[in-house]
């Protein structure tokens, strides 16, 4: 008796179904139930039911829904009290009418039990919660971006617990049960790595080792065929651990006491700068003034340039170590860090070894670890003037080692994160383009005479992309290579194509494929919040609107868009005449979000 969302929405009373038949009237039950005992706003109904066009009897055609909900479901049964407010409508329910509130409770006392070790008792508590759901939330249920993200959470939280009950039910030592159900969840979810994960250890412990290698295989292909990447790290090492391999490295270590470097070596190392490079005249100049040499320091000068993938960190980093690189007559060195790279980030004592053979260490004399090569690097380099650039670090701890140590030497930095962390660092963060140097840099790509004939199309394009230089070098790239191509052509692909990353990847160009980069570096729980943000309306939000939707208190949403903002998915910025911090996504942050909210739960077998 009572309210069930989890699966088709359902009101019984009295052994009697009174589940609203008007689809609009559901959903404003529907509504109301998921934020059940708060207000939920005028405004809220009327984008959630009519979205950005409503009609202009939009207020009174919803009194009329609310009349119907209380006429034949509320004051028919009594299961809930409906009141209204100054600003909308509150819903009154207790938990015990309302299946939802049910799981959660007995979510919450399995994890417990899970916690203190109880784990018969958490998995039978558990199961008991998803026994409760009876398909997916609120099917049948007609859903705007409102209701949309709330069905998505929901069904988050679903498949943590399930992953909580899966883990009480491997201590067990159930493994022969839990595969069928765990093949059905790969199908379901092929590309979560948790379910695989499980499954391979299942059968493995079950004596079906070798289909533990084909789950492996399967899901590698398909990593590299949909995202480009390969399996986690985690999931490469349960891998191999069912192989049981344990290869013994031989490393002949060479003498220590002998080591020393050819000397009146000059490294020029840095990659070539790029041939129509546009605009960043502020944040340039800012870079040339942190790295230029001043009297009276005791460390090497460093600038971390930092921003959302696509920006043009590398770029301008170049193009600011060749304008300057006169300043260092005794070299320049550089290294590509690899970042979150699906092939792993760098090893600094492999960074370490191209360094020391530009400054002409020879094979034999290589140290053999890491810190006797950062030793030797930090030899070579006093009291020079040398220029080191690392591109696409990952952490300080990366980085630290190939810092020289002397105030003679500068280090340029590029990161998607600011690498705060790293002591002595000065941070430039780098933002879009302008409209200007956008236009200016479509013209030297695809020549000025194409932009300047049709102007309000160049400008349309460089709308739709954000104005971010990535994805303007993939549509400049796409132009030059079918000159037959018109920009009204490649605008109106940008604006009605059903998945419009599709458009920018071209060549080695590919957006959708940085932002898998830092996506996939996220903890499952801030990947579930960019998500679910993506569905907040356009331009900005507060933590309240987010806390509301994410179904969590602020401080820990405040924790989690912090992270995003971090990793430079979201931008905040505070308002002057008060404390509210107010939140943005950038047009194809919030594109890339959609899909991945699409791809993973919403069709994850597609």
């Known amino acids: 008796m ?40 005028f405004s809220e109904f009327i984008d959630e039911l009519w979205g950005s066009n409503p009609p202009g009897s ?135 790595e948790r379910f695989h994960a499980d499954l391979m250890t299942a059968l493995n412990q079950a004596g079906r080792r070798y289909e533990a290698f084909e789950v492996f295989r399967q899901l590698r292909g398909l990593l590299a065929d949909e995202l480009g990447l390969e399996p986690s790290a985690s999931m490469q090492r349960l891998h191999h651990s069912l192989l049981q391999a344990t290869p013994e490295d031989g490393d002949p270590a060479a003498d220590g006491a002998s080591r020393r470097a050819h000397p009146a070596i000059v490294p020029a190392q840095l990659p ?12 340039l100049a800012r870079i040339r003034r942190m790295i230029a040499f001043r009297d009276g320091g005791t460390t090497a000068r460093a600038v971390s340039i930092c921003g959302m993938a696509g920006v043009g960190k590398t770029t301008l980093a170049l193009h600011a170590a060749h304008v300057d690189k006169a300043q260092f007559p005794d070299g320049q060195l550089y290294a590509h860090l690899r970042g979150p790279s699906p092939a792993g980030a760098a090893d600094p004592a492999d960074v370490l070894v191209g360094f020391l053979r530009g400054l002409g260490v020879p094979e034999q004399r290589l140290p053999a670890t890491l810190e006797e090569r950062s030793s030797l690097f930090r030899t070579l380099t006093d009291g020079k003037r040398l220029l080191v650039v690392l591109d696409d670090a990952l952490s300080a701890s990366q980085v630290f080692p190939l810092l020289p140590a002397t105030p003679t030497s500068a280090v340029v930095i590029t990161s998607r994160w600011g690498l705060q962390d790293l002591p002595g660092v000065r941070v430039v963060k780098l933002g879009m383009m302008n409209p200007d140097e956008c236009l200016t840099l479509l013209g030297r790509i695809i020549g000025p005479h194409r932009v300047t ?9 460089i709308h739709r992309i954000g104005y971010l230089p990535l994805a303007l070098r993939c549509v400049g790239a796409r132009l030059n290579a079918v000159p037959t191509l018109t920009l009204q052509r490649m605008a109106a692909l ?16 590919d957006v959708r494929a940085n932002y898998d980069k830092t996506y996939f570096r996220l903890a499952p729980h801030d990947r579930s919040a960019l998500r679910l943000v993506s569905l907040l309306p356009p331009p900005t939000f507060t933590i309240t609107t987010a806390a509301n939707l994410l179904g969590a208190d602020t401080d820990a949403v405040e924790d989690q868009l912090g992270r995003l903002v971090n990793n430079h998915l979201l931008e905040a910025t505070s308002d002057r005449d008060s404390d509210v911090v107010h939140y943005q996504l950038h047009r194809l942050v919030r594109l890339y979000a959609q899909e991945r909210l699409n791809r993973e739960f919403i069709h994850p077998a597609a």
């Open 2 to 41: 009572g309210f069930s969302i989890l699966g088709p929405l359902s009101v019984q009373h009295q052994g009697r179904d009174i589940t609203p038949t008007a689809p609009k009237v559901r959903q404003v039950l529907a509504f109301l139930l998921v934020r059940r005992n708060q207000i939920v706003q």
């Open 58 to 192: 939009a207020m009174t055609t919803l009194q009329t829904y609310i009349y119907k909900l209380r006429r034949d479901v509320l004051d028919l049964s009594g299961l809930a009290r409906l009141h209204t407010q100054s600003c909308g409508y509150l819903l009154d329910v207790s938990d015990d009418q309302l299946d939802v509130c049910r799981f959660d409770t007995l979510a919450q006392r399995g994890r417990a039990a899970h916690e203190a070790g109880e784990t018969e008792r958490a998995s039978a508590l558990l199961a008991e919660a998803l026994q409760l759901w009876r398909g997916r939330v609120l099917s049948g249920v007609t859903e705007g971006q409102i209701l949309s993200a709330h069905a998505a959470r929901l069904e988050e939280n679903r498949l943590r617990v399930l992953g909580i009950r899966i883990d009480a039910d491997m201590s067990l030592g159930r493994y022969d049960e839990l595969i069928s159900e765990l093949q059905e969840l790969v199908r379901s979810y092929p590309l979560h």
């Open 272 to 283: 070539a700068d790029t041939l129509d490079f546009t605009g960043r005249g502020a944040p």
């Open 453 to 461: 004939a049709e102007r309000a199309d160049a400008e349309r394009i």
């Open 494 to 509: 940008l604006d009605s194509g059903s998945a419009p990353l599709d458009q920018l990847r071209f060549a080695d160009f």
